[in-house]
């Protein structure tokens, strides 16, 4: 409402710089004009998805990102995340829209994209004391390194 009246004011300085009505809302709010853009773009919500929002059961950028899904897709995505599915992440988000844009989102299609399982690329972490105990003292880590991965090696060749 704030940037309405900001952009209504019939009022334009011809020797101030062009600022956005957005800029001026979100300077005054202490966020980017940017940002502005997106918190109207979420009056496009249906109003259970933004509770959810309002919950943090979705995230902002999220929010922002199911705006563009019509009111039916939107509901399919509600009624998915109501009955268990995991958080909608960012990726679903745009794969979702993806969708949508060439027409192809069906119920069955958000339920898939929503109960995907992440791929599991974990990191192992191999702490220097815990294996310290298996290499003599004057090895460094460049030393113990080269035999870990040695081992790993010839215990791959023998799978």
């Known amino acids: ?15 101030a710089a062009s600022v956005d009505s957005a800029d ?35 995230n902002f950028t999220v929010g922002v990102s199911l705006t563009y899904l019509s009111e039916t897709e939107q ?9 268990g599915a995991s958080s909608v992440t960012g990726s679903m988000a745009t794969k979702l829209k993806q969708y ?3 027409g192809n989102l069906t119920e069955l299609a958000v339920q898939l994209i929503l ?14 004391k815990k294996i310290r105990k298996y290499f003599p ?13 040695e081992l790993l090696d010839n215990w791959k060749k023998s799978q």
């Not at 409402?1 to 020797?15: F, L, S, Y």
């Not at 509901?75 to 009955?83: A, E, G, L, P």
């Open 1 to 15: 409402m704030k940037m309405d009246a900001v952009k209504h004011q019939g009022i334009k300085d011809e020797n």
């Open 24 to 58: 001026l809302v979100g300077q005054a709010a202490g966020d980017s004009g940017r940002t502005v853009q997106r918190y109207i773009r979420l009056t496009c919500l249906i109003p259970e998805l933004l509770k959810l929002l309002d919950e943090g059961k979705i």
């Open 75 to 83: 509901i399919w995505v509600k009624d998915c995340i109501v009955s």
């Open 100 to 102: 949508s844009d060439e």
């Open 115 to 128: 109960n995907e399982k992440k791929t599991e690329t974990g990191k192992v972490t191999l702490t220097e």
């Open 137 to 149: 003292k004057e090895y460094n880590r460049e030393q113990i390194e080269q035999v870990i991965y």
